[in-house]
């Protein structure tokens, strides 16, 4: 099993720019979320999903639209880059949600200029 | 609400000095709460994590944690640290509703460093 995986590993925009984080899990997991890492803010949750179809906000969803047309895939899509967004983002999973051990893919740093 | 307070941003000891990494939470209802290790440039991992079993829970590594009610405190600890320790650790919360689903809740995280 690969786990869960996400690409790119970097990037760099431009602000104003748009783009999709990538995010695959081969586990079967019906909770998917993403993160955005900051320097001594710890993680903090952006979407999450508990299913294809099924999609809610987080603690920090502005700027951010997400989707799950698959149990595999939970994309993160960036419409208009902003310099605030400069983070590194991570995509987890999970069987059932915040109760259960959420695996981690390995991240994406972005920067936006 | 739930939260998480981690006391500490950044905690340094010896090669085989004890390890004491402090995380208090706040909760509504009972609590499920985890560590997590987030080494250099990579994701996080399970350290360990408690589900309203008992309340001393071990870990991957000799890490352990305790769980008490009455301080609503979840501190990490192991006896004897080792080089490879060195990392970023987070304690995280999340609130189960008799079932639905809360999502985490992490705490801002602690870099451990540990000196030769």
């Known amino acids: 099993n690969a786990g869960v995986t996400q690409t790119p590993k970097f990037q760099v925009l431009k602000t104003g720019q748009s783009m999709t984080l990538q995010c695959a899990q081969d586990m079967n997991h019906e909770y998917m979320s993403w993160y955005r890492q900051d320097p001594g803010m710890g993680l903090r949750l952006i979407h999450y999903?508990?299913?294809?179809?099924?999609?809610d906000q987080g603690e920090v969803p502005n700027g951010y639209n997400v989707s799950r047309s698959t149990t595999e895939d939970f994309p993160l899509r960036l419409l208009s880059a902003a310099p605030s967004q400069t983070s590194v983002y991570f995509c987890a999973s999970s069987y059932q949600g915040g109760l259960d051990t959420q695996y981690f893919g390995p991240g994406t740093r972005l920067t936006v200029l | 609400a739930q939260s998480v307070t981690q006391l500490g941003s950044h905690v340094s000891v010896s090669e085989g000095a004890l390890v004491l990494l402090r995380c208090n939470y706040s909760?509504?209802?009972?609590?499920?709460l985890f560590w997590y290790v987030q080494y250099p440039n990579q994701g996080l991992q399970l350290l360990l994590k408690y589900t309203s079993a008992a309340t001393l829970v071990k870990g991957i590594n000799g890490f352990e944690a305790e769980f008490k009610k009455s301080e609503t405190s979840f501190h990490l600890t192991k006896p004897s640290a080792h080089m490879s320790d060195a990392a970023e650790y987070f304690c995280a919360v999340s609130e189960n509703y008799g079932g639905s689903q809360g999502n985490l809740i992490f705490g801002k995280g602690t870099k451990l460093s540990v000196k030769p």
């Open positions: 999903s508990v299913g294809a179809g099924i999609t």
């Open positions: 909760s509504s209802v009972p609590p499920y």
